[in-house]
């Protein structure tokens, strides 16, 4: 965090160990199952509205799938299948059942359940199998540490999906002419330009039109598509599994390496979880069934009743389906939904961090809220111009869609596993199954995923490394940091003497007007800060709080609920504050909000007493060498304390110290 004694996310409490945690039962009656119950959402919003918001922001990255899915598993590179009937009806099927299976039980049925009051997603997940006390804690390390990994893949998948989404759109243009070809790179280029360059502007104006863009798009989708069953209604057999089955006997070893370009179908499954808490879990199974679903499986019923009569055409089958007329108005409508998939992953990316950083596994960075109204509405500057920086070059070296379709699918498979296993924990812990019912239903997941996961792996060499890095680089990161703080909090508790002891040796000290506020994690001790003033300026103010935050397993605190004061002395107050994870640690807003007897807060009349250490790599055990310079490093870029508690800056005193981990 950058502060000694002041108190963040680096001194969360053990996230189990929070008021709220979700819906033990697994019944189903969690208040997400309303309309409204998103964040920010009044019981007015209904949930048609709901769900049209829903498929402008979750339904965005499974709604372009259409456009290369299909295509690359019969010509992706690790493997070459023969356009037929088998694969065609093989394939088909397989796309169908993936949808039901992975996206329809698991995450609509059973996974969107378990929310952490409210939020979903893998990191909220994992707060849910946090060890409590008397539980095994090797094991909740190990759970933990996966769903780390999970979150630092789902970076990978940020990356990938706005470049590879807009390519495939713009790559409709060659179907227009192929004087367009030199120019599918630069036009996407620009796009992903202008994508990145508008997000300090916020996503609220550009959010009210992605419903209904989406809409269309979906509504296209399913046109398009029964535009073609009706040329061979036979392709709708292929929702019967046999053909699945049939499909691996035909050509077993294409069949297996194609499951890697089927699961493309998937690939926006952890959104759903991740966007819950927007809008609730009815409204974004109201929008899958209403219009996903259906819309998804017509377009591919559609490909392969077209590609069933015209098996030449697949190269780009989705944009040969489409009547010459209309084919620039779909390229454009297309590019929208592309822009609008890529915007979803790129706001899922900035809620991430913003999980990441107030859960301490990642150092501060400047976070600015877009809305006034709508809290989850948030820019990370550094995290999106390294997105930005990143999309254009795999855009350059990549250069197509199926080169970067090869790279597409690692890291979200791995996810999607990760979050089985953490699933399988919160059935049992959580829900109170036994290991018989919960692995009649995760087993069978776990098998597919592996499937999935499987057929990946031969992604790795043509791509796939480039996600699995930018999930290990996280992943050390994550755990570098986190032990790192941890070292620090050690070496700082040294020497700490009882606040109660060091104000019982103040009574000739002289009280002076306003109102001191401490930040300092340890309530009970002394903050360094304050024994520094008495010992050199010999005052003690005549309102001082000590105050620390504290991090909560919940998503979000009431203001209501947020603080915890206890008097220890004439003028003197210890304060709890606790903070949801997705909640913006504003402390001058909490405190001011504190109705308590003897308590005179006055915000315009406060000054701030912080700690800052500088981090120096020694011979003190606990780390190995790299790892000491890796978290010097993090911890030299780390922002302010200050700006992190919303403190205001002209009211700031910084006391420094030393400190070799």
Partial sequence: MGSDQSVGPEHAKPLAEAHHQGNPQGDGHNKDDHAGAGHGHGAEVGTAALALGALGVVYGDIGTSPLYALKEAFTEKSHVMTVDTINVYGICSLAFWSLIIIISLKYLLFVMRADNNGEGGILALTALVMPRKGQNVKRGAILVSLGVFGTALLYGDGIITPAISVLSAVEGLKEVSTAFEPWVVPIAIVILLALFLVQSRGTGTMG??????????????????????????????????????????????????????IFLVVTGGEALYADMGHFGRRPIAVGWYAMVLPALVLNYWGQGAFLLNNPEDIESVFFRMVPEPLLIPIV???????????????????????????LDYLPRIKIRHTSQSHSGQIYVPLVNWLLMIACIGLVIGFQTASNLAAAYGIAVTMTMAITTVIFYRVLRDRWN?????????????????????????????HGGWFALAVGLILMVQMQTWRRGRALVAQRIHRGERSLIEVLDETEDIKRVSGTAVFMFKDLGKAPPALVNNLRHNKVLHKTTLIVAVETSAAPRVEMSQRATVVKVGPGVCQVQLEFGFMDEPDVPATLASISFQGLDFDPDDATYFIGHESIIAGKAPGMNPLAEHL???????????????????????????????
């Fill in 208 to 261: 009210r039109i992605f419903g209904p863009i989406m809409l269309v798009w979906f509504t296209t989708l399913a046109v398009i598509g029964l535009s073609h069953i009706v040329d061979a209604p036979e392709i709708i057999r292929s929702v019967n599994p046999y053909y699945a089955f049939q499909y691996f006997t035909h050509e077993s070893k294409s069949a297996f390496l194609s499951l890697g370009a």
């Fill in 332 to 358: 454009i409508l297309a590019t929208c939904a592309t822009i609008i998939a890529s915007q979803a992953l790129i706001s899922g990316v900035f809620s991430l961090t913003a999980q990441a950083v107030q």
């Fill in 631 to 661: 978290f010097v490093f993090l911890n030299r870029g780390a922002d302010s304390a200050s700006r992190f508690f919303n403190l205001p800056i002209d009211r700031v005193f910084e006391v420094g110290s030393h400190v070799e981990i």
């Fill in 433 to 461: 199954w036994s290991s018989t019912k919960a692995m009649l239903l995760c087993a069978p997941l776990l098998v597919i995923e592996a499937g999935f996961l499987g057929a990946n792996l031969v992604k790795i060499p």
